[in-house]
């Protein structure tokens, strides 16, 4: 199982970034993919879910209504939409693949390497 993720880069307050997310070596259309981010020196944290239709879909409270998740099951991809970023948005970011519906790290199986999203003020 491979997911590579990429996107990620220098952006201003206030701006925006989409991140990309492929996958391989796995039935991708029976997984929820999950996107979480570790800030410096902080544990990682969920951002957010999508079922494996993509018609479901969960954010974190700090996320929700700027970032938006989806997925293209014929192209093995989930993307994560951020808008009005700000600077607490700044760490790196993982896509991750569980087989459950979950915000728990420890339930997902399979990791990207991470992408850096650096936010600055």
């Known amino acids: 199982v491979q997911l590579q ?3 990620g880069g220098l952006v201003q307050a206030g701006g925006s970034l989409r991140l990309s997310c492929a996958a391989s070596g796995l039935t ?4 929820y993919m999950g996107w979480f981010r570790q800030a ?8 957010a879910i999508i079922d494996w239709s993509g018609g479901g879909t969960y954010y974190a409270d700090s996320v929700r209504g ?5 997925r293209d099951n014929a ?3 989930v993307s994560l939409q951020m808008n009005s970023l700000n600077t607490e948005d700044t760490a790196v970011y993982y896509c991750a693949a569980s087989p459950r519906h979950t915000v728990r790290a420890q ?6 390497q991470g ?4 936010v600055s003020s």
């Open 5 to 7: 993720a990429s996107g």
């Open 28 to 31: 991708f259309s029976r997984y």
């Open 40 to 47: 410096p020196g902080k544990e990682r944290e969920f951002v």
């Open 66 to 70: 700027r970032f938006t998740v989806s």
């Open 75 to 77: 192209k093995n991809m």
């Open 107 to 112: 339930y997902y199986d399979a990791w990207g």
């Open 115 to 118: 992408t850096l999203v650096t």
